[in-house]
């Protein structure tokens, strides 16, 4: 049975030295996934390996825009780095605390270069994927309400969809990210945004899934209050 893993061969954008990264082979199969959309595999965990890390210079991003740096991010990072001897080492399998590693390393480098608000999202929202699978509950809490914060900014100045998420869907998840670090007003006002919108019923699973996690958002408003 060949192995889930294998290694590449890439270039670092910013100095320009060869390392290997480790890609998944095949499709990973998901066998549930969380309100949030984390998502849960059979074998192995996809998300571990989404982050590139430079073995010579310790840049990090994730490997769908690891080569798009503008030259003035170039710069900025080669200044940042210059005269440090990183060294790392992040290829072949990884364990949980080396996942956790690679998204801080890449939030790092995202943050030094003014990346979109809708990237660091993203990286802090599976960072908190990481941290709950290894139930470090203060840690996900902490990386979620970023990954909220980082939506919000995003719906507000990017253009939409953001990825693979519509208005709706990114609408959602600042409610339902929200509800999960227990700001529960804030959440029932975006998820109400969702269940309400026209445009939303046309995405069943996303509206379905906000009126349930209002329900949710409520009845803790509601618990608190009493």
Sequence with gaps: MAEPTYSV???????????????????QVMVKQDTDFCAYFQDVKPYYYTIWVCS???????????????????????????????????EGERTRAQAIATYKLAIFFADLISAPA??????????????????????EK??????????EQALMRERLPIGTLSEAAVTYLIGELARRIGQNEKALSYL???????????EPRVTNLARDAWHEARAARDQADS
């Design 142 to 151: 902490t990386a979620l309400a970023k990954a909220c914060e980082y939506y």
């Design 9 to 27: 061969e890439r270039q670092c954008p910013v100095c320009q030295k060869l390392f290997n990264v480790t890609r998944l082979r095949g499709r």
């Design 118 to 139: 809708s990237r660091l999202a993203e990286l802090y929202l599976k960072l908190s994927w990481v941290y709950r699978e290894g139930e470090e509950h203060e840690e």
């Design 192 to 202: 109400a945004k969702v269940v309400g919108s026209p445009v939303a019923k046309l």
């Design 56 to 90: 010579s210079c310790g840049y990090a991003a994730e490997d769908t825009c690891f080569d798009n740096l503008s030259s003035a991010a170039k710069d900025k990072i080669a200044e940042f780095l210059a005269g440090r001897d990183v060294k790392v080492n992040f």
